[in-house]
């Protein structure tokens, strides 16, 4: 299953215009939101803290192994412009392939919820160290203008929206179902004496991640035809349903 680096803003000085909290508070509430439907559909996650900086959260990121760097900012159009710009950005790296296919995912999918889908854009840049630096296929989305009043207002009325699309697009970038979030339980593998296989997608012919043995726990986090996703100790997959009880 997937594994991402999670890094939401930690920039705590950028102001929103509607007084309500930084460019770091609501970053971080969006990823608050995102992890019920990231948990949902499989995908792991490590998540950078509020007093880490970008520098910080690359270097940690490339000391382990993900799939994917997602870093989560709202924008600012900057002196002499000052509120006056709204849109949405997905930066990537101009020689990484994989970057902008998933720039492009976000730009296609955030264009069907942000009220000015001709102002979501993909754009290639050298400059910024999390698309630069990272040694995974990354992406950094510039989500609204936190100096716009219309752009910060929608960023705050739309946080579980905007998250639950954001997740979406990872589903498709990393060709895996996407299912809404239940709260999450506990359950018990019911394979009468054998194991139940964890496997990668949710078919007979994926590849197998873990054999749980019967009887063991698992947490469910959600549901798609006839299989959970369960993590399982370290791992998460999906298994068949009618096993776990």
């Not at 959260?57 to 000391?63: K, P």
Request: glycine letters at 8%; proline letters at 5%.
């Amino acid at each position: 299953m997937p594994i991402i680096y999670l890094s939401p803003s930690t920039q705590e000085r950028n102001l929103y215009v509607t007084g309500t909290g930084s460019e770091e508070d609501w970053m971080n509430r969006l990823a608050d939101a995102m992890i019920p439907y990231l948990n949902s559909c499989g995908i792991r996650y490590t998540r950078n803290t509020p007093d880490m900086t970008a520098g910080s959260s690359i270097r940690q990121a490339n000391q382990g192994w993900y799939d994917f760097y997602l870093a989560l900012h709202s924008n600012a159009a900057g002196e002499g412009n000052y509120g006056n710009v709204r849109g949405i950005i997905a930066f990537y790296y101009p020689t990484s392939t994989q970057g902008q296919r998933a720039a492009q995912i976000f730009v296609n999918n955030l264009r069907e919820i942000y009220p000015l889908p001709d102002r979501v854009v993909t754009r290639s840049t050298t400059s910024l160290g999390e698309v630069r630096d990272s040694k995974f296929p990354a992406v950094l989305l510039e989500i609204g203008y936190h100096d716009n009043v219309d752009d910060a207002r929608w960023i705050e009325g739309n946080i579980t929206e905007i998250a639950r699309n954001i997740v979406l697009s990872l589903t498709d970038y990393f060709d895996i179902p996407f299912i809404w979030p239940t709260d999450p339980w506990d359950g018990q593998v019911s394979a009468g004496g054998g194991t139940l296989n964890l496997r990668s997608r949710p078919n007979t012919s994926s590849s197998v991640i873990a054999s749980i043995p019967d009887g063991a726990a698992v947490r469910v986090y959600g549901q798609y035809e006839d299989w959970y996703v369960v993590r399982y100790g370290d791992y998460v997959g999906y298994a068949l349903a009618r096993f776990i009880r």
